[in-house]
């Protein structure tokens, strides 16, 4: 499966997620809360492959999983652009201080594993919509 298509796959779950929530009458800070991790291993096991293993994508305590896939997170299987003759298969849109990249093989990688900017409530909150797409594009914007 290409990161596109996954990415696609994803969307779908979450809307499908909000969209019943929404139905139960959940506000967006409640909508917010039931996607913290704990909660989402419990309820939502489809979401995502780490859940059943009982790990986490960042060694932290408080996790929110609303904005999975990271909206700022750039990536293509085919490359972002060759600079120097280096080929960028990611990058952050928002250049994230915590974030950095690695390079291997003529390749240069994104490593977000520094980064918890878009597990945060308060960033979750700031950055809210129900629809995950429609934050993606605003951060196209930034
Ligand atoms: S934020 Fe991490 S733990 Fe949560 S769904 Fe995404 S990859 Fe899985």
Not at 115 to 122: A, F, L, Q, S
Request: aromatic letters at 12%; charged letters at 30%; proline letters at 1%.
């Amino acid at each position: 499966m290409n990161y596109k298509t996954w990415l696609l796959s994803h969307t779908k779950k979450h809307r499908e997620i909000v969209g019943r929530l929404k139905a139960k009458g959940f506000s967006d800070e409640m909508v917010i809360d039931y996607f913290e991790y704990e909660n989402m291993r419990k309820n939502e096991a489809e979401f995502c492959l780490l859940y059943s293993e009982g790990k986490k994508c960042h060694d932290i305590n408080y996790l929110n999983c609303y904005l999975c896939a990271c909206p700022s997170f750039r990536f293509s299987d085919n490359g972002l652009k060759t600079e120097d003759g280096i080929t960028v298969y990611s990058e952050c849109a928002l250049s994230s201080k915590n974030g950095s990249q690695y390079e291997h093989a003529n390749t240069l990688h994104q490593d977000c594993s520094g980064c918890d900017i878009p597990h945060k409530k308060e960033y979750i909150s700031k950055n809210f919509d129900l629809d995950w797409l429609k934050i993606m594009e605003r951060c196209e914007k930034h």
